[in-house]
């Protein structure tokens, strides 16, 4: 028997939640229902849900990261397009694979499989691994009767997906390191090696100038209450975490973000890479447009986005096209737009959005090297200005010294 945590619905609409027994989540949600509860979720109670971070990182019951999740759909694919069933593939890739979690993961599926449930329903008690995305994306599958060639289309997009995200925090790992040492030795100076000399300009009671008592000042404060300061940065970036859980202030920071020269267009690149993928994966697997667009709308950060893409649902129920809802929004490129009405006019709307995606990447990936190649430069200037002004504060007193002795 396995314990299950549910959350689930009275008819008098309140919410209940609760730990069960069963067999799987299938018998757990009979239990409910004779117990006259709707199911709203139902999950394993597995150590991730049970302990911290850490330690759940560190379970056989941890959720899928997204390369192997990308790599297990990739090798899922294959053995459906060559004809095995889709149970029986599963527990190939069980078999197979050398992570406990990965095991623990798939044979949970093969379990709900046996109970007789589909293979979205299966991989929506494990939706800590399988997003509602990639449930979406199989239901259509099993509709249309084609889930090895709808299971390939997916790799290759969580491929695509995972390859954008490694390109971006690649680009950012250069000017994070300089960035990151640079701070090391300003703290080093500060808290080290100002204070040492500072003793000596004290047993001279000479009169200091003002870049020197300024530099001793700062150091000082460091010294003494640096605690102080790591508390009140901490501080900040929790109440601005939660100040952005606000509807509103998330969507003028987003807003903001966008407007921001340079960083603004390589975000929104990046953004409509992502969308435009998504599309192009979901309209190929046959999903309806406006279940497409719910599905995109949940894999983009921006919270205007967002809300674009909102108002194009709403265009689309009254029965305005794909492309100029979209394009009345004033978000996306022109070139998007063109883009998808030009599939829309042709029929093939799925391989002008991949067209799209392939040019969004393309830019952004151009405006990427850009901005690293302005950001490199400006950090070392401002990294060294900074070490050179506390280097003449210290030495400029030691000179005067000198000359008053000559």
Not at 109 to 129: F, K, P
Not at 146 to 171: D, I, P, S, W
């Amino acid at each position: 028997m396995t314990r299950y945590r549910f959350e689930a619905l009275t008819y008098g609409g309140k919410t209940e939640r609760g730990i069960a027994d069963g067999e799987s989540a299938r018998a757990v949600r009979q239990q409910l229902q004779l117990r006259e509860l709707i199911p709203v979720r139902i999950e394993p109670e597995t150590q991730w849900t049970k302990t911290a971070f850490w330690q759940g990182y560190f379970s056989e019951n941890k959720p899928l990261s997204r390369s192997e999740l990308a790599v297990l759909t990739k090798q899922f694919a294959l053995l459906v397009r060559s004809g095995v069933q889709i149970d029986e593939a599963l527990i190939i890739l069980s078999e197979e694979s050398s992570k406990k979690h990965i095991k623990t993961t798939l044979q949970s599926i093969v379990a709900e499989l046996q109970s007789g449930l589909s293979l979205s329903g299966a991989l929506a008690t494990q939706e800590h691994s399988f997003d509602h995305l990639y449930q979406g994306v199989v239901a259509a599958a099993e509709q249309s009767g084609k889930m090895g060639r709808v299971l390939t289309q997916l790799a290759e997009f969580l491929e695509k997906r995972q390859a954008l995200k490694q390109k971006a925090l690649a680009a950012l790992v250069y000017p994070a390191m300089l960035t990151g040492v640079s701070f090391m030795v300003i703290l080093f100076l500060m808290t080290y090696v100002v204070p040492q000399i500072a003793r000596v300009f004290e047993s001279t009671k000479q009169i200091l100038p003002f870049t020197t008592r300024f530099v001793l000042g700062i150091s000082h404060f460091l010294v003494d209450w640096g605690w102080l300061l790591v508390l009140v940065i901490g501080l900040v970036i929790y109440l601005a975490k939660r100040a952005l859980e606000r509807a509103d202030l998330r969507l003028r920071f987003d807003r903001f973000c966008l407007s921001i020269p340079v960083v603004g267009p390589l975000l929104l690149g990046f953004e409509t890479a992502r969308f435009a993928n998504t599309m192009a994966m979901l309209v190929s697997a046959n999903v309806p447009i406006l279940i497409a667009l719910q599905s995109a709308k949940n894999t983009l950060g921006n919270h205007l986005l967002k809300e674009a893409i909102d108002s194009t649902e709403l265009r689309l129920r009254e029965g305005v096209s794909l492309s100029r809802a979209l394009g009345g929004q004033g978000v996306f490129s022109p070139i998007l737009i063109h883009l998808i009405r030009s599939g829309e006019a042709s029929g093939q709307l799925a391989e002008m959005l991949k067209y799209g995606a392939e040019n969004a990447e393309l830019e952004a990936e151009q405006k990427t090297k850009i901005f690293t190649s302005l950001l490199e430069p400006v950090l070392i200037l401002m990294m060294g200005l900074l070490v050179l002004g506390i280097v003449m504060a210290v030495m400029q007193p030691i000179l005067q010294m000198n000359s008053g002795i000559r």
